[in-house]
């Protein structure tokens, strides 16, 4: 029987944390374990223990992978390794081909992203074991769950919802105003959740009310919320997150202003909607593992 291909990956999460983690790549990449002997290493630790070495020794692994921003310290990492076969999954970040230097290959999430002169491919899914629909009252309108930044516009969430609106995340000891408007606003600004709650805060609400801008991210909460029958309602300035409203033609893509996001809310909560089995037809943990399978089988 031939050995397992072995995989170094790294992440920011800490040490022990990120077999806690039950989002699309988490449960990807439990599946890809069928084919790959995938060793995962935080990268504060991992770049701490090895601060010595340049570049980073990593001769024992066929290929070496990192989940991060164009700017994380996996990228740079990455950078760092001197190895024939050097994956990064991008997470967020400006698309600049000069930050990609050295990498032999990025994974991009939504089709809108291009990066000229590097080797690109695109992968992306949600766990739609973990996100399923909740036998829950509808509570809120709307809700985000989000770290609390500037490129989230948490501010304009608040403007839109008050007290009709939920928040969860972490709160930074900068940016402060992302939470503390919000909570004048009336918003239930919630600290970072255990990701078991996150299924049943979703399917309490009318909408994911996906607020944050082109370089804020969040794709991945609007795969999560439909997984769990909840419609989005994205801005129209972030092309990333429209593209998933237009490719399944279920929510809204409004203006970034309060009253766009309330007419909005008023359609959602008076249409039944069908979300899940757009998630189930592309984007489960499946279809992200298949897709990632044949990034390392052609790097």
Request: negative net charge.
């Amino acid at each position: 029987m031939n050995a397992k291909p072995k995989v170094l990956f790294i992440h920011w999460y800490e040490p022990d944390d990120f077999h806690h983690w039950n989002d699309g790549l988490a449960a990807a990449l439990k599946l890809l374990e069928e084919h790959y002997a995938i060793s995962y290493k935080d990268s504060g630790r991992f770049m701490q223990d090895y601060a010595s070495a340049d570049p980073y020794d990593v001769s024992g692994f066929d290929i070496v992978m990192g989940w991060g921003g164009s700017t994380s310290r996996e990228a740079e990492f990455l950078k760092k390794v001197d190895h024939p076969r050097k994956v990064l999954l991008y997470a967020g970040g400006e698309l600049h081909p000069d930050v990609f230097e050295d990498i032999h290959h990025v994974v991009l999430e939504t089709p809108t992203d291009t990066i000229d002169g590097i080797s690109t491919s695109y992968a992306f899914g949600t766990n739609t074991k973990f996100f399923t629909p909740k036998k829950t009252p509808k509570i809120w309108d709307g809700f985000l769950p989000a770290a609390y930044a500037a490129w989230k516009r948490q501010q304009l969430f608040a403007d839109a919802l008050g007290d009709k609106g939920l928040l969860c995340g972490p709160k930074q000891e900068v940016e402060t105003e992302c939470f503390e408007y919000p909570e004048e606003m009336g918003v239930l600004t919630l600290p970072n959740m255990n990701q078991e709650v996150l299924p049943y805060l979703y399917s309490a609400s009318y909408a994911l009310v996906n607020t944050a801008t082109q370089w804020g991210g969040c794709q991945r909460s609007i795969l999560e919320s439909m997984a769990c029958g909840v419609p989005a309602i994205v801005m129209g300035d972030s092309k990333r997150n429209a593209w998933y409203i237009e490719d399944s033609g279920i929510g809204f893509v409004v203006d970034p202003d309060p009253n766009s996001i309330r007419a909005a809310i008023e359609k959602v909560k008076a249409t039944q909607w069908e979300t899940r089995r757009y998630v189930m037809s592309k984007w489960t943990e499946r279809h992200y593992a298949e897709n990632l399978r044949s990034v390392l089988e052609s790097v």
